[in-house]
């Protein structure tokens, strides 16, 4: 792993959730079908940072929040569809830097308006989780993992911003 300098950026990216309100289960990805591409995770291609917050908001606003755990991964792997099990390969395993969880109890109502009128937001803090961008490449990948059962607003968008110190 290169040196860390010190400084820090927060990269952020959107994930649009089909237009139904299908429930998830346990083990469901949430998301478009496509991989969460963090593209400029780190600084350069072939670089290195560490994730120190992860905070994730979503534009809908229900009473029971989801239990999310972000897998993130140094090298893109193939998605699984919106709402199918995720189902990694033990190749694209071996390319995972960590999961950040972003637990039902910790998520805090921002507009408790019901529905597309509200929001909230979960926020991890100290996560302390070194990563290196592989080869001419400076993203980072990430999928997004339902742990409870949810019911989800159509088309709700879920923003993950990680703040990285390089």
Known sequence: MEKVLGQGHTISKSVTRPSNTDAYTAG??????????FAGAARRSGESGVIQQAI??????????????LWLFDTTITA??????????????AT?????????????????????GGNHVCCVQN????FNAIGNDSAIYG???TRNAYVPISAEVFTVRLQILD
């Open 143 to 145: 999928v997004l993992v």
């Open 80 to 93: 699984d569809a919106d709402n199918a099990t995720f189902t990694p390969t033990d190749a694209e395993l």
């Open 96 to 116: 995972l830097i960590g999961i950040i969880e972003f637990p039902t109890a910790d998520w805090h109502g921002g507009d408790l308006t019901a529905g597309v």
């Open 56 to 69: 994730i908001l979503s534009s809908a606003y229900v009473a029971t929040a989801p239990d999310l755990e």
């Open 127 to 130: 996560i302390g989780m070194p």
């Open 28 to 37: 469901d990805v949430v998301g478009n079908g496509a991989t969460i591409t």
